[in-house]
């Protein structure tokens, strides 16, 4: 039996977050002339598919896999790291609650990077690597414009999170 390819592995995990993500949506009936409101007591975070455990998710509104609007949040715990990675179109990252520490490169250099209080703000321009990592629980809301892709500079690396994080 031949090993799965490491290519076959992420664009499972991506083609997880497009399909599983919409159905955890807030705004299950919105279209493109109403209002979507949530009060916070109507925001549920769900574990996020295709990461590594601990990382909670809930989208506000869009579907990532369509070229339109889509607002996520994401509740990651403590010490939590996305690894270096890009994104085909610019993404917009406001932090909530807890710190985000957020840096540009190819590699997490936590020497080189920027801790992000909340109400703190980043626009990520499309293309750009960059990585992030959580100090205390932290909630982030990312805001862009689909279809939301993510590629990993090593996806070696983000496999062996997922894998470790399952043990």
């Given at each position: 039996?031949?090993?799965?390819?490491?290519?076959?592995?992420?664009?499972?995990?991506?083609?997880?977050?497009?399909?599983?993500v919409?159905?955890?949506?807030?705004?299950?009936?919105?279209?493109?002339?109403?209002?979507?409101?949530?009060?916070?007591?109507?925001?549920?975070?769900?574990?996020?598919?295709g990461f590594?455990?601990?990382?909670?998710?809930?989208?506000?509104?869009?579907?990532?896999?369509?070229?339109?609007?889509?607002?996520?949040r994401?509740?990651?715990p403590?010490?939590?790291?996305?690894?270096?990675?890009?994104?085909?179109t610019?993404?917009?990252?406001?932090v909530?609650?807890?710190?985000l520490?957020?840096?540009?490169g190819?590699?997490?250099?936590?020497?080189?990077?920027?801790?992000?209080?909340?109400?703190g703000?980043?626009?990520?321009?499309?293309?750009a690597?960059?990585y992030?990592?959580a100090?205390?629980?932290?909630?982030?809301?990312?805001?862009?414009?689909?279809?939301?892709?993510?590629?990993?500079?090593n996806?070696?690396?983000?496999?062996a999170?997922?894998?470790?994080?399952?043990?």
């Amino acid at each position: 039996m031949q090993p799965l390819s490491k290519k076959f592995i992420f664009l499972t995990a991506l083609l997880a977050n497009l399909v599983v993500v919409p159905q955890l949506s807030v705004a299950d009936n919105q279209n493109a002339t109403s209002s979507v409101i949530a009060k916070a007591s109507d925001i549920k975070f769900h574990p996020a598919p295709g990461f590594p455990k601990g990382a909670q998710i809930v989208l506000l509104r869009g579907d990532l896999s369509k070229a339109e609007p889509y607002t996520i949040r994401f509740k990651l715990p403590d010490g939590f790291v996305i690894p270096a990675h890009w994104h085909t179109t610019d993404e917009e990252v406001t932090v909530l609650a807890g710190t985000l520490n957020v840096g540009m490169g190819d590699k997490v250099d936590k020497s080189q990077s920027t801790a992000l209080a909340a109400g703190g703000y980043q626009i990520v321009p499309a293309m750009a690597h960059h990585y992030v990592w959580a100090t205390g629980e932290t909630v982030i809301q990312l805001d862009g414009m689909g279809p939301r892709t993510t590629t990993f500079v090593n996806p070696e690396e983000w496999t062996a999170m997922i894998k470790k994080s399952n043990q």
